[in-house]
């Protein structure tokens, strides 16, 4: 009898601490932080999916520089993008900077089988770890959303990834 009322309270807990787990992420944490050929950016969690480490990719002759390959993740083939590179930001990467990469891919259910090159993950955000916003400038390529200022003056650029994906740049892939 002790055994089962041992485990009810073990279930309740357990229960009780998930649930404040999934509010504390659902307030706390809003984006994935990465850098990306130096900048920061800011990746919302709801429409980013899975990220895994540099494994590589398989190039694919006749696409833009920007399109660094395929890779296969759950045996979902992929296209790699190079964002710096579609947005022209100079690139200089060394063998240490492969090293410490990774992938996010985006959210499958935007229907586009792509992920990004991220030199560098960052973390998670949230509104909290800022101190200030504004909104993006007018030259701005229209997927980006707001830039962020830290508490310590870093600046975040806030990417929507479904702008992103929708993109005629992003979509047209071939030279």
Aim: zero cysteines; glycine letters at 8%; aromatic letters at 8%.
């Amino acid at each position: 009898m002790a055994q089962r009322e041992d485990l009810r309270e073990l279930q309740t807990r357990l229960a009780d601490r998930l649930s404040q787990a999934r509010n504390q992420t659902a307030v706390g944490a809003s984006w994935l932080a990465v850098k990306i050929s130096g900048r920061n950016f800011l990746l919302p969690l709801s429409q980013s999916g899975e990220v895994l480490g540099w494994s590589g990719v398989e190039p694919v002759p006749y696409t833009k520089p920007w399109m660094l390959g395929v890779t296969s993740i759950r045996g979902i083939l992929l296209t790699v993008m190079d964002l710096a590179r579609m947005l022209g930001l100079p690139v200089a990467r060394s063998e240490q900077v492969f090293a410490g990469a990774s992938v996010v891919a985006l959210n499958p259910m935007m229907g586009v089988n792509a992920a990004l090159f991220v030199e560098q993950l960052e973390g998670l955000r949230g509104s909290n770890d800022f101190a200030h916003s504004k909104d993006k400038p007018a030259d701005a390529p229209e997927f980006f959303g707001a830039l962020y200022t830290s508490a310590s003056g870093e600046q975040w650029q806030e990417l929507n990834l479904q702008l992103l994906a929708n993109a005629p740049d992003f979509l047209d892939i071939t030279v």
